[in-house]
């Protein structure tokens, strides 16, 4: 993806590869109308030379013999009002893999070049259709696995966090005219930088980024989902809570202790809080080859979870080797014990239960008690599903936006300190502010280099 001229015309099949009922190839720029008028045809094997924007048409898709290919629907939308910016055809054709493969050499070969990944979202983005925020925003929707973090990809595309980069630059740049003023008028510099509050204002504008640059634990959370590992000995429960959270028999579940022997990793949406739930292998010494892999896998779901479900059978209490588990959860701040079996009549209860940082009683079996853990799992993490997603907070997601604001903020620092050390040279200030300006002009995309676009856009999927 090192051409960033938008000179020739880029295809590529914009359905998932595999069965469907229909699949589009998607053409992209200034010969996208002449390649769509060459391979197409009516019904009745006449060519056509007018297509109207924005109207789908139904015909034949031929090769190069004029042998038809399939019978498909085309549309051709004119630019600029398109995705790209540029002219764009669409022709949607049966999905077999074979059908579209087919139309998609055809269209190579009539001219048009195979995109890379992420090449038309970079086009629409370099015809200033979206800004980078946003182009990020539409391959954060495309990977998106749980509805939340799906909500808070849309309300990026929507332009929240676009909108309020904006804003801090605008109030960056209206302090700059004040500093630059001083600049020019040194006798009268204190007095202008005075008059226009620059230190109040800057410290203002930081708070607001620092806010942002907190907003991103949550949303990386959201956005990646939150890992819980559910960790305990054999036969207490843990695939049966699994299966009751997911809602269904995802697990084997048995009464022989050491059923599960590998992880198994499900996502899903409870109770609005993006889970990466880990069923893991039940915790004991154990001579079995393939069991003691299995809880070695444990051990080290355990280590990266953000949240550990610690379950006990609460009809039987702590025993020996639930202790020995204890032991290797010290390290881990974010545990719940859960007191399974409830339905049985339990032997400990959570009221008598002060060493973990939450706990709930519940009974796998007969589903109870299994909501009350979103909540604790939520009141951890300090997170707020509901609020993150629907409330006016703007919430980022992405570790490139956190490293530019991060550098932001530590410019405008640097400019709050000459002012309040004796304000001495103004130069130095507008260079600070300059490179705050900079980096947050770097998140929309107003300040770009290529390596940045290349990094941002070849995560994206071809056909995007
Ligand atoms: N009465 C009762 N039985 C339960 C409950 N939860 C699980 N069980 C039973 O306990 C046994 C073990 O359940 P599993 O979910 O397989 O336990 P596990 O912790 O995944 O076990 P391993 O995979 O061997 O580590 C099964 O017979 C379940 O039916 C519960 O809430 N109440
Ligand atoms: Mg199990």
């Given at each position: 993806?090192?051409?960033?001229l938008?000179e020739?015309?880029?295809?590529?099949?914009?359905?998932?590869?595999?069965?469907?009922?229909?699949?589009?190839?998607?053409?992209?720029?200034k010969?996208?109308?002449?390649?769509?008028?060459?391979?197409?045809?009516?019904k009745s094997?006449?060519?056509?030379?007018?297509?109207?924007?924005?109207?789908?048409?139904?015909?034949?898709?031929v090769?190069?013999?004029?042998?038809?290919?399939?019978?498909?629907?085309?549309?051709?939308?004119?630019?600029?009002?398109?995705?790209?910016?540029e002219?764009?055809?669409?022709?949607?054709?049966?999905?077999?893999?074979?059908?579209i493969?087919?139309?998609?050499?055809?269209?190579?070969?009539?001219?048009?070049?195979?995109a890379?990944?992420?090449?038309?979202?970079?086009?629409?983005?370099?015809?200033?259709?979206?800004?980078?925020?946003?182009?990020?925003?539409?391959n954060?929707?495309?990977?998106?696995?749980?509805?939340?973090?799906?909500?808070?990809?849309?309300?990026?595309?929507?332009?929240?966090?676009?909108?309020?980069?904006?804003e801090?630059?605008?109030?960056?740049?209206?302090?700059?005219?004040?500093?630059?003023?001083?600049?020019?008028?040194?006798?009268?510099?204190?007095?202008?930088?005075?008059?226009g509050?620059?230190?109040?204002?800057?410290?203002?504008?930081?708070?607001?980024?620092?806010?942002?640059?907190?907003?991103?634990?949550?949303?990386?959370?959201?956005?990646?989902?939150?890992?819980?590992?559910?960790?305990?000995?054999?036969?207490?429960?843990?695939?049966?809570?699994?299966?009751?959270?997911?809602e269904?028999?995802?697990?084997?579940?048995?009464?022989?202790?050491?059923t599960?022997?590998?992880?198994?990793?499900e996502t899903?949406?409870?109770?609005?809080?993006?889970?990466?739930?880990?069923?893991?292998?039940?915790i004991?010494?154990?001579?079995?080859?393939v069991?003691?892999?299995?809880?070695?896998?444990?051990?080290?779901?355990?280590?990266?979870?953000?949240?550990?479900?610690f379950?006990?059978d609460?009809s039987?209490?702590?025993?020996?080797e639930?202790?020995?588990?204890?032991?290797l959860?010290?390290?881990?701040?974010?545990?719940?014990?859960?007191?399974?079996?409830?339905?049985?009549?339990?032997?400990?209860?959570c009221?008598?239960?002060?060493?973990?940082a939450?706990?709930?009683e519940?009974?796998?079996k007969?589903?109870?008690?299994?909501?009350?853990?979103?909540?604790?799992?939520?009141?951890?993490?300090?997170?707020?599903?509901?609020?993150?997603v629907s409330?006016?907070?703007?919430?980022?997601?992405?570790?490139?936006?956190r490293?530019?604001?991060?550098?932001?903020?530590?410019?405008?620092?640097?400019?709050?300190?000459?002012?309040?050390?004796?304000?001495?040279?103004p130069?130095?200030?507008?260079?600070?502010i300059?490179?705050?300006l900079?980096?947050?002009?770097?998140?929309?995309?107003?300040?770009?280099?290529?390596?940045?676009?290349?990094?941002?856009?070849?995560?994206?999927?071809?056909?995007?």
């Amino acid at each position: 993806m090192k051409d960033y001229l938008c000179e020739d015309t880029i295809a590529a099949i914009g359905t998932p590869i595999g069965r469907g009922a229909i699949g589009i190839v998607r053409i992209s720029g200034k010969d996208a109308l002449p390649i769509l008028k060459k391979a197409f045809r009516t019904k009745s094997g006449k060519k056509v030379e007018e297509f109207e924007d924005r109207k789908l048409r139904y015909g034949i898709f031929v090769d190069s013999s004029g042998e038809p290919v399939d019978e498909v629907l085309a549309v051709y939308m004119k630019a600029p009002k398109t995705f790209t910016g540029e002219d764009v055809v669409e022709i949607h054709s049966h999905g077999g893999i074979v059908v579209i493969r087919k139309i998609l050499r055809e269209v190579l070969r009539l001219g048009a070049r195979l995109a890379e990944p992420g090449e038309f979202t970079m086009r629409a983005f370099l015809n200033g259709k979206i800004d980078l925020v946003q182009a990020e925003a539409i391959n954060q929707l495309i990977e998106a696995t749980t509805e939340t973090s799906a909500k808070l990809a849309l309300k990026q595309l929507e332009g929240d966090l676009s909108k309020k980069i904006k804003e801090l630059r605008d109030r960056l740049l209206e302090i700059k005219a004040y500093i630059e003023a001083a600049v020019d008028f040194p006798e009268e510099d204190v007095e202008i930088v005075e008059s226009g509050h620059v230190r109040e204002k800057l410290e203002n504008v930081l708070s607001e980024i620092e806010k942002l640059i907190e907003s991103y634990r949550e949303g990386k959370l959201i956005k990646e989902g939150i890992k819980v590992a559910i960790i305990g000995r054999p036969n207490v429960g843990k695939s049966s809570l699994l299966n009751a959270i997911l809602e269904e028999e995802r697990a084997i579940v048995t009464e022989i202790p050491g059923t599960t022997r590998d992880i198994i990793e499900e996502t899903v949406t409870f109770k609005g809080l993006p889970l990466r739930l880990i069923d893991t292998a039940g915790i004991r010494e154990s001579a079995d080859t393939v069991e003691r892999i299995g809880i070695e896998r444990s051990l080290k779901s355990l280590k990266e979870s953000d949240v550990v479900l610690f379950v006990i059978d609460g009809s039987v209490g702590f025993t020996e080797e639930d202790r020995k588990i204890e032991e290797l959860l010290k390290e881990k701040g974010n545990v719940i014990l859960v007191l399974n079996k409830s339905d049985l009549g339990l032997k400990v209860r959570c009221n008598r239960v002060k060493e973990f940082a939450g706990c709930v009683e519940v009974s796998a079996k007969r589903k109870k008690g299994i909501d009350e853990l979103a909540g604790e799992i939520s009141r951890l993490l300090l997170l707020d599903p509901d609020s993150v997603v629907s409330g006016g907070e703007v919430i980022i997601t992405s570790e490139r936006h956190r490293e530019l604001l991060q550098k932001a903020a530590e410019a405008i620092k640097r400019a709050i300190d000459s002012l309040s050390s004796g304000f001495e040279s103004p130069e130095f200030l507008s260079m600070d502010i300059d490179e705050a300006l900079e980096n947050l002009g770097k998140i929309v995309g107003f300040v770009t280099t290529e390596d940045m676009l290349d990094i941002i856009f070849s995560r994206f999927c071809i056909g995007k």
